[in-house]
Protein backbone atom coordinates (compact mmCIF):
# COMPACT_ATOMS: atom_id res chain seq x y z
CA UNK A 1 0.00 0.00 0.00
CA UNK A 2 1.33 3.52 -1.20
CA UNK A 3 -0.77 5.44 0.27
CA UNK A 4 -0.48 7.41 3.45
CA UNK A 5 -0.95 5.60 6.74
CA UNK A 6 -1.96 6.56 10.19
CA UNK A 7 -1.75 4.94 13.23
CA UNK A 8 -3.54 4.13 15.75
CA UNK A 9 -6.76 4.44 13.55
CA UNK A 10 -8.47 4.88 16.79
CA UNK A 11 -7.16 6.02 20.59
CA UNK A 12 -9.41 6.33 23.50
CA UNK A 13 -7.58 8.19 26.74
CA UNK A 14 -8.23 9.51 29.92
CA UNK A 15 -8.54 13.14 30.41
CA UNK A 16 -5.07 14.22 31.38
CA UNK A 17 -3.39 11.96 29.24
CA UNK A 18 -0.49 12.88 26.59
CA UNK A 19 -1.68 10.92 23.69
CA UNK A 20 1.08 10.72 20.45
CA UNK A 21 -0.17 9.62 16.64
CA UNK A 22 2.01 8.68 13.66
CA UNK A 23 1.61 9.92 9.99
CA UNK A 24 3.93 7.76 7.34
CA UNK A 25 3.55 10.05 4.05
CA UNK A 26 3.43 8.74 0.27
CA UNK A 27 6.66 8.06 -0.03
CA UNK A 28 8.43 10.61 -2.59
CA UNK A 29 5.85 13.42 -1.03
CA UNK A 30 8.22 16.37 0.83
CA UNK A 31 4.92 18.30 2.19
CA UNK A 32 3.22 16.46 5.10
CA UNK A 33 -0.08 18.39 6.85
CA UNK A 34 -2.20 17.93 9.76
CA UNK A 35 -5.73 18.42 9.86
CA UNK A 36 -8.26 18.10 12.56
CA UNK A 37 -12.37 17.00 11.90
CA UNK A 38 -14.83 17.75 14.57
CA UNK A 39 -18.45 16.02 14.12
CA UNK A 40 -20.26 17.43 11.23
CA UNK A 41 -17.58 20.03 10.09
CA UNK A 42 -14.91 20.08 7.58
CA UNK A 43 -11.40 19.55 8.41
CA UNK A 44 -9.50 22.02 9.56
CA UNK A 45 -5.88 22.86 9.22
CA UNK A 46 -3.17 22.28 11.99
CA UNK A 47 0.20 22.95 10.49
CA UNK A 48 2.39 21.71 7.60
CA UNK A 49 5.70 20.49 7.47
CA UNK A 50 7.92 20.49 3.91
CA UNK A 51 10.99 18.00 4.63
CA UNK A 52 11.75 18.23 8.28
CA UNK A 53 10.61 22.37 8.86
CA UNK A 54 7.60 23.34 10.26
CA UNK A 55 6.39 25.93 8.23
CA UNK A 56 2.61 26.78 9.29
CA UNK A 57 1.01 26.42 12.69
CA UNK A 58 -2.50 27.45 13.38
CA UNK A 59 -3.74 29.14 15.91
CA UNK A 60 -5.84 25.84 16.81
CA UNK A 61 -2.47 24.46 17.74
CA UNK A 62 -2.28 25.29 21.31
CA UNK A 63 0.59 25.03 23.21
CA UNK A 64 -0.02 21.47 24.36
CA UNK A 65 0.41 19.89 20.79
CA UNK A 66 3.55 19.82 19.45
CA UNK A 67 4.08 17.71 15.91
CA UNK A 68 8.25 17.06 14.23
CA UNK A 69 8.81 15.65 11.54
CA UNK A 70 12.45 14.50 12.12
CA UNK A 71 13.97 13.07 9.16
CA UNK A 72 11.42 14.56 6.46
CA UNK A 73 10.00 11.27 6.36
CA UNK A 74 7.27 10.16 9.21
CA UNK A 75 5.16 12.58 11.42
CA UNK A 76 4.15 12.30 14.57
CA UNK A 77 1.39 14.38 16.76
CA UNK A 78 1.52 14.83 20.46
CA UNK A 79 -0.91 16.00 22.63
CA UNK A 80 -0.53 16.58 26.01
CA UNK A 81 -3.13 16.93 29.19
CA UNK A 82 -5.58 15.80 26.63
CA UNK A 83 -8.90 17.56 27.27
CA UNK A 84 -12.63 16.49 26.12
CA UNK A 85 -12.22 19.26 23.62
CA UNK A 86 -9.66 17.90 21.90
CA UNK A 87 -11.61 14.78 20.86
CA UNK A 88 -12.04 14.36 16.86
CA UNK A 89 -10.85 13.02 14.42
CA UNK A 90 -6.88 13.85 13.29
CA UNK A 91 -6.43 13.44 9.58
CA UNK A 92 -2.83 13.41 8.15
CA UNK A 93 -2.30 14.22 4.26
CA UNK A 94 1.05 14.67 2.05
CA UNK A 95 1.84 16.20 -1.21
CA UNK A 96 4.73 17.09 -3.63
CA UNK A 97 6.12 20.21 -3.16
CA UNK A 98 5.73 21.25 -7.39
CA UNK A 99 2.46 21.55 -8.98
CA UNK A 100 0.33 19.30 -9.08
CA UNK A 101 0.00 19.88 -5.21
CA UNK A 102 -2.68 17.68 -5.05
CA UNK A 103 -3.03 16.13 -1.16
CA UNK A 104 -3.82 12.51 -0.17
CA UNK A 105 -4.91 11.76 2.75
CA UNK A 106 -4.54 8.86 5.51
CA UNK A 107 -7.55 7.20 7.05
CA UNK A 108 -7.55 9.43 10.12
CA UNK A 109 -6.84 8.73 14.11
CA UNK A 110 -10.38 9.25 16.11
CA UNK A 111 -9.77 10.31 18.83
CA UNK A 112 -12.13 10.09 22.26
CA UNK A 113 -10.67 11.81 25.29
CA UNK A 114 -13.41 10.29 28.49
CA UNK B 1 -8.31 33.76 4.95
CA UNK B 2 -10.34 32.16 2.46
CA UNK B 3 -13.42 31.59 2.82
CA UNK B 4 -15.41 28.29 0.98
CA UNK B 5 -19.35 27.57 1.10
CA UNK B 6 -20.65 24.45 -0.35
CA UNK B 7 -24.48 24.26 -1.08
CA UNK B 8 -26.51 22.37 -0.62
CA UNK B 9 -25.28 21.57 2.96
CA UNK B 10 -27.84 18.84 2.40
CA UNK B 11 -28.90 16.64 -0.27
CA UNK B 12 -31.69 13.17 -0.78
CA UNK B 13 -31.58 11.88 -3.83
CA UNK B 14 -33.52 8.73 -5.57
CA UNK B 15 -31.47 6.30 -6.94
CA UNK B 16 -31.03 7.47 -11.06
CA UNK B 17 -31.38 11.16 -10.35
CA UNK B 18 -28.46 13.40 -11.17
CA UNK B 19 -27.23 16.21 -9.10
CA UNK B 20 -25.23 19.35 -8.66
CA UNK B 21 -23.43 20.75 -6.13
CA UNK B 22 -21.71 23.52 -5.86
CA UNK B 23 -18.69 25.30 -4.17
CA UNK B 24 -18.01 29.04 -4.07
CA UNK B 25 -14.74 30.26 -2.90
CA UNK B 26 -14.00 34.00 -1.34
CA UNK B 27 -10.23 34.54 -3.04
CA UNK B 28 -7.57 33.41 -6.03
CA UNK B 29 -6.85 29.92 -5.62
CA UNK B 30 -3.96 27.75 -7.32
CA UNK B 31 -5.54 24.37 -5.76
CA UNK B 32 -8.55 23.31 -5.48
CA UNK B 33 -10.02 19.45 -4.67
CA UNK B 34 -12.88 17.23 -4.15
CA UNK B 35 -13.45 14.75 -2.01
CA UNK B 36 -15.75 11.99 -0.83
CA UNK B 37 -15.73 11.37 3.07
CA UNK B 38 -16.62 7.48 3.16
CA UNK B 39 -18.46 6.38 6.28
CA UNK B 40 -15.19 5.16 8.06
CA UNK B 41 -13.89 8.64 7.79
CA UNK B 42 -11.32 8.89 4.90
CA UNK B 43 -11.42 11.94 2.28
CA UNK B 44 -11.44 9.88 -1.06
CA UNK B 45 -9.68 12.14 -3.87
CA UNK B 46 -12.43 12.79 -6.35
CA UNK B 47 -11.14 15.42 -8.47
CA UNK B 48 -7.63 17.92 -8.38
CA UNK B 49 -9.23 20.86 -10.75
CA UNK B 50 -8.24 24.43 -9.86
CA UNK B 51 -9.69 25.29 -13.11
CA UNK B 52 -11.02 23.94 -16.39
CA UNK B 53 -13.49 20.25 -16.66
CA UNK B 54 -12.53 16.58 -15.81
CA UNK B 55 -14.76 13.59 -15.99
CA UNK B 56 -14.34 10.36 -14.25
CA UNK B 57 -16.93 7.61 -15.09
CA UNK B 58 -20.35 9.08 -13.31
CA UNK B 59 -18.53 12.21 -11.71
CA UNK B 60 -17.82 15.54 -13.57
CA UNK B 61 -16.20 18.61 -12.07
CA UNK B 62 -15.93 22.12 -13.79
CA UNK B 63 -14.10 25.00 -11.93
CA UNK B 64 -14.42 28.27 -13.08
CA UNK B 65 -11.58 30.29 -11.38
CA UNK B 66 -12.44 33.80 -12.47
CA UNK B 67 -15.58 33.72 -10.92
CA UNK B 68 -14.51 31.93 -7.95
CA UNK B 69 -16.76 28.76 -7.83
CA UNK B 70 -16.67 24.70 -9.07
CA UNK B 71 -19.63 22.55 -9.52
CA UNK B 72 -19.46 18.62 -9.17
CA UNK B 73 -21.92 16.50 -11.17
CA UNK B 74 -23.23 13.26 -10.25
CA UNK B 75 -24.99 11.27 -12.98
CA UNK B 76 -27.53 8.29 -12.54
CA UNK B 77 -26.53 8.49 -8.72
CA UNK B 78 -26.38 5.16 -6.51
CA UNK B 79 -26.58 4.53 -3.16
CA UNK B 80 -22.81 3.94 -2.62
CA UNK B 81 -22.77 7.53 -3.95
CA UNK B 82 -23.86 8.35 -0.37
CA UNK B 83 -21.65 10.39 1.95
CA UNK B 84 -20.21 13.70 2.86
CA UNK B 85 -18.44 15.84 -0.36
CA UNK B 86 -15.71 18.34 0.29
CA UNK B 87 -14.71 20.99 -1.69
CA UNK B 88 -11.16 22.17 -0.63
CA UNK B 89 -9.16 25.15 -1.98
CA UNK B 90 -5.55 26.02 -1.16
CA UNK B 91 -3.78 29.28 -2.13
CA UNK B 92 -0.27 29.79 -2.29
CA UNK B 93 0.35 26.26 -2.66
CA UNK B 94 0.17 25.77 1.15
CA UNK B 95 -2.95 24.33 3.45
CA UNK B 96 -6.06 23.62 1.94
CA UNK B 97 -9.37 25.44 3.60
CA UNK B 98 -12.41 23.39 3.35
CA UNK B 99 -15.86 23.77 2.95
CA UNK B 100 -18.49 22.89 5.15
CA UNK B 101 -19.46 19.72 3.29
CA UNK B 102 -22.78 18.49 1.25
CA UNK B 103 -24.34 15.48 2.79
CA UNK B 104 -25.73 13.16 0.35
CA UNK B 105 -28.31 10.29 0.49
CA UNK B 106 -28.87 8.11 -2.51
CA UNK B 107 -32.31 6.32 -1.42
CA UNK B 108 -32.82 3.09 -3.14
Known amino acids: DTGVSQDPRHKITKRGQNVTFRCDPI?????LYWYRQTLGQGPEFLTY????????KSRLLSDRFSAERPKGSFSTLEIQRTEQGDSAMYLCASSLDANPREAFFGQGTRLTVV | GIQVEQSPPDLILQEGANSTLRCNFS?????LQWFHQNPWGQLINLFY???GTKQNGRLSATTVATERYSLLYISSSQTTDSGVYFCAVGAAGNKLTFGGGTRVLVKP
Open chain 1, 27 to 31: SEHNR
Open chain 2, 27 to 31: DSVNN
Open chain 1, 49 to 56: FQNEAQLE
Open chain 2, 49 to 51: IPS
